[in-house]
C-alpha cells in the first residue's frame, strides 16, 4: 500500500502566521506538525509515499524531508498549484497509486494511541472497498460526520449537519482500494469548486463497500489548523512526553521499531544531527535499546 501525505492549503485559520511559511512545518511541541501525520503512515507500515503541497511550501517540506531514506523510506513530491478539494489529491497522485491500494492522510492531523496500529493494520488487510475512521466528538455540527447502525455500518454520511444525526466525525485519515482513482476521475466539483472526500466516499457507500473503524476512548485524535488546535496539540505532546520520558512521532524512534533501519544505520544517521535534546532521546535509544524498543 502506498501512502499520500496531503500538506496543502493556504492556512488561512492560522494566518498571519502561515503568511510566510507551511502550516505543516510549524512547531507542534518539540518538532514540525507534519512529523506527526507522517509518524502515522510509518505505524501503518507504508514506506512508500508521496507529498503533495503547494508551489511555495514543497520546496521547504522536501528540505525538511528530504528522500526519506534516512527513516528506511520513500518519499516523493508533487505540487497543488490550487486548492479544488482533497479529493484531487487523487488526481495530482494519478501515476503514483495507478493500480495500487493507498492511505491519504490530511497534513494537520494527529493520532495517537497506544493501539492505532492494530487498527491501522485492520484497515490495510482490506482488499476490498474504503475504510474510513469515526472519532466521537462534541460538536459533530462542526465535522464531516458518518451515521452507524448497530452492526457498525455505515448508513450515511454528511458533511457539518445541521441537525444531529451522529457523534462520529470522520478523521482525516483514509484507506482505499485499487478503484479509488477511477472514481476520483468521475467526481464532479460542489457547489464551493471542490471535489470533495465525502462524494468520493459515498460513490463506495453506494456499492455498500464503504467501512468504518470506530476509534475508542483511549485514542486521541487532534486537528493541528487553528490557533487553539495547534496551541492543544503542543499541550497534548508536551505533556505525555514529559510523563513518560517517551516521543510522539520521533520518525527515527518509529523506523527502528517497525525494521525500516537497523540500529548501526541509526547510530550513523545520528552522527550528522546537532546537538539538541532530541538527537540526545535518540542516542539514549542507541545506548539502552532494551528500554526503548517494542519486542516483537
Known amino acids: 500500500?502506498?501512502?499520500?501525505?496531503?500538506?496543502?492549503?493556504?492556512?488561512?485559520?492560522?494566518?498571519?502566521?502561515?503568511?510566510?511559511?507551511?502550516?505543516?512545518?510549524?512547531?507542534?511541541?518539540?518538532?514540525?506538525?507534519?512529523?506527526?501525520?507522517?509518524?502515522?503512515l510509518m505505524l501503518a507500515g507504508i514506506r512508500d509515499v508521496l507529498v503533495i503541497s503547494t508551489e511555495r511550501d514543497t520546496p521547504l517540506i522536501r528540505?525538511?524531508?528530504?528522500?526519506?531514506?534516512?527513516?528506511?523510506?520513500?518519499?516523493?513530491?508533487?505540487?497543488?498549484?490550487?486548492?479544488?478539494?482533497?479529493?484531487?489529491?487523487?488526481?495530482?497522485?494519478?501515476?503514483?497509486i495507478v493500480n495500487q491500494k493507498c492511505c491519504l492522510i490530511l497534513g494537520d492531523n494527529l493520532f495517537y494511541a497506544d493501539s492505532i496500529e492494530t487498527t491501522l493494520r485492520k484497515c490495510m488487510a482490506r482488499e476490498d472497498g474504503a475504510t474510513i475512521l469515526g472519532y466521537r466528538v462534541n460538536q459533530p455540527e462542526q465535522f464531516g460526520v458518518?451515521?452507524?447502525?448497530?452492526?457498525?455500518?455505515?448508513?450515511?454520511?454528511e458533511e457539518k449537519?445541521?441537525?444531529?444525526?451522529?457523534?462520529?466525525?470522520?478523521?482525516?485519515?483514509?484507506?482505499?482500494?485499487?478503484?479509488?482513482?477511477?472514481?476520483?476521475?468521475?467526481?464532479?466539483?460542489?457547489?464551493?469548486?471542490?471535489?470533495?472526500?465525502?462524494?468520493?466516499?459515498?460513490?463506495?457507500l453506494e456499492e455498500g463497500?464503504?467501512?468504518?473503524?470506530?476509534?475508542?476512548?483511549?485514542?486521541?485524535w487532534l486537528d493541528m489548523g487553528t490557533p487553539e488546535s495547534l496551541l492543544s496539540?503542543?499541550?497534548?505532546?508536551?505533556t505525555i512526553e514529559r510523563r513518560q520520558g517517551l516521543r510522539i512521532a520521533c520518525l527515527e524512534e518509529i523506523a527502528l521499531n517497525k525494521g525500516f533501519v537497523t540500529l548501526n544505520e541509526l547510530k550513523k544517521t545520528l552522527e550528522s544531527y546537532p546537538t539538541s535534546a532530541y538527537k540526545a532521546y535518540l542516542e539514549r535509544i542507541v545506548n539502552n535499546p532494551d528500554m526503548y524498543l517494542i519486542q516483537r
Open 146 to 157: 458518518v451515521e452507524i447502525d448497530r452492526d457498525d455500518r455505515v448508513v450515511r454520511l
Open 233 to 238: 496539540s503542543s499541550i497534548f505532546v508536551e
Open 1 to 40: 500500500m502506498r501512502g499520500i501525505l496531503l500538506a496543502g492549503g493556504s492556512g488561512t485559520r492560522l494566518y498571519p502566521t502561515t503568511r510566510s511559511v507551511s502550516k505543516q512545518l510549524l512547531p507542534v511541541y518539540d518538532k514540525p506538525a507534519v512529523y506527526y501525520p507522517l509518524s502515522t
Open 63 to 96: 528540505d525538511l524531508l528530504g528522500d526519506g531514506s534516512q527513516w528506511g523510506m520513500k518519499l516523493s513530491y508533487k505540487v497543488q498549484k490550487k486548492p479544488e478539494g482533497i479529493a484531487q489529491a487523487f488526481l495530482i497522485a494519478d501515476d503514483f
Open 161 to 204: 449537519p445541521k441537525t444531529f444525526i451522529s457523534p462520529w466525525a470522520v478523521t482525516g485519515l483514509y484507506f482505499y482500494d485499487r478503484t479509488v482513482l477511477e472514481k476520483a476521475q468521475r467526481l464532479k466539483p460542489s457547489a464551493r469548486g471542490e471535489l470533495e472526500i465525502t462524494d468520493l466516499n459515498r460513490m463506495y
Open 209 to 220: 463497500k464503504l467501512n468504518v473503524e470506530k476509534l475508542g476512548r483511549g485514542v486521541a
